[in-house]
């Protein structure tokens, strides 16, 4: 956020619309504060294009990345904050339904706080956060699910609030690390941080030690009780209302969680393209070296086992690049050697008339049967040309099946692999 890399001061306030959220009546100049810095925003500086400009962006990156009805975990400074995030992202959902003729599902944007007034509780609203899969996307919190809530499916984390303590932000990231349910079914998990929150990867867990007047207050305390149970500031809680202040929101990029020297550390997302790049063009120098290397089952196993991270690396870039569709051969391909990657059904789709010439050398029915072969590669890529039941699948068997290549001058084995190689050409 722009508006967080500066103080605002007393005067900024009285040239704007200011209130008391509690009584909604105008704010004396006299009881506000010299300067507010980011910290103290939402938690004794309510900014409403703050929260509208955080939640539009955070909304519009969520729809580039799979669509609105992601679960996910917003991370807010205090319970008024959480209140204002979850209309907000739910005025916002209402809206695109609107504007694209769909139907808003039930229960988008939820509060989820230890509010005792909240209703329902939010012991009533974990469980169906945790398992509906048409309602309660977006649950918005202070720390209430920092620990001890188990959400396997769950695809983001935000963090709209600082965070000095480590150990709290561990906790809170590790709301996403679950591999889904059934297990092993989510591959990743995206962490979203407008609030520079991520520079605690790696950072010591030091406790905090008890402050010696019993009277000083701890990070993120707040005293006394106000309205609705919530804990209040000793300084009066200033709300600056909507279309005050211009706020912006400057990309810092995308990076990926790493471990290196026994620490997590961000890596951007180009520089650990590149590490992977490197390491792939060291262990095969040319795009016919990775097509050798990738129809044989064995050699590939080995390729991606000894790259940065393993299989799961190229996923992960196949993932962030929304290319679903391709092969991890063309993942790898692009990062090597340049090439434009081609989904699985462009590549099943052009093997029949690029291979014309050499289809034609076999019989009618065995060219038949390598065509349903070839296809098979839209499903799930070259392993589904490797597996025991290939010729138990409907649209080969339809073809002519194994009989087919049976007595042909190339074994039914090299034959396979041949039409492998050639779908990668």
């Not at 808003?104 to 509906?132: E, H, M, V």
């Not at 795009?287 to 129809?295: A, C, F, G, S």
């Not at 839209?378 to 699948?393: C, S």
Request: hydrophobic fraction near 35%.
């Amino acid at each position: 956020m722009d508006l967080d890399k500066k103080e605002i001061t007393r005067n900024d306030i009285v040239q704007r619309s200011a209130i008391d959220p509690y009584t909604g009546k105008k704010v004396k100049p006299e009881e506000i504060e010299d300067q507010y810095t980011a910290r103290e925003y939402e938690i004794k500086l309510m900014l409403d294009d703050r929260v509208k400009a955080m939640s539009e962006d955070l909304f519009q990156l969520m729809l580039k990345t799979g669509g609105p009805h992601q679960k996910t975990i917003i991370f807010c400074a205090r319970d008024s904050h959480a209140n204002q995030i979850m209309i907000a992202m739910n005025n916002i959902y209402e809206k695109w339904c609107r504007e694209n003729q769909r139907t808003p599902r039930d229960w988008y944007a939820f509060q989820c706080t230890g509010n005792p007034d909240l209703r329902p509780s939010a012991d009533k609203l974990i469980p169906d956060f945790k398992g509906s899969k048409n309602a309660y996307f977006i649950a918005t919190t202070v720390d209430l699910l920092s620990t001890g809530v188990d959400i396997p499916n769950l695809d983001n984390v935000v963090f709209f609030r600082y965070l000095e303590s480590p150990i709290s932000f561990y906790q809170m990231v590790g709301r996403g690390t679950r591999t889904g349910e059934p297990r092993g079914s989510k591959a990743m998990f995206r962490l979203y941080d407008y609030t520079n929150t991520t520079r605690l990867f790696g950072e010591e867990f030091i406790s905090r030690p008890a402050p010696s007047n019993p009277d000083e207050e701890a990070e993120g305390v707040e005293s006394p009780e106000g309205d609705y149970g919530e804990k209040r500031p000793k300084r009066k809680i200033i709300r600056v209302s909507e279309d005050q202040f211009v706020v912006q929101i400057e990309g810092e990029g995308r990076s990926i969680l790493c471990e290196e020297d026994g620490k997590e550390v961000l890596v951007p997302v180009e520089e650990y393209k590149q590490r992977l790049a490197d390491k792939l063009v060291d262990a095969v120098p040319s795009v016919d070296k990775l097509r050798e290397t990738w129809i044989t089952p064995d050699l590939r196993k080995r390729l991606l086992l000894n790259l940065p991270g393993g299989e799961g690396s190229v996923r992960l870039i196949r993932e962030l690049d929304d290319a679903r569709e391709c092969d991890l051969y063309d993942i790898l391909s692009e990062l090597g050697y340049g090439l434009v990657p081609k989904s699985r059904k462009e590549r099943a789709a052009a093997f029949s008339y690029k291979n014309k010439g050499w289809l034609r050398d076999f019989p009618e029915r065995t060219g038949k049967v390598l065509n349903a072969i070839a296809r098979q590669f839209e499903k799930g890529g070259i392993e589904e040309l490797e597996t025991t039941n290939l010729f138990d699948e409907s649209e080969v068997v339809a073809s002519g099946g194994f009989d087919a290549l049976i007595g042909q001058v190339i074994e039914p084995q090299l034959l396979i692999q041949e039409t492998k190689a050639r779908l990668l050409a």
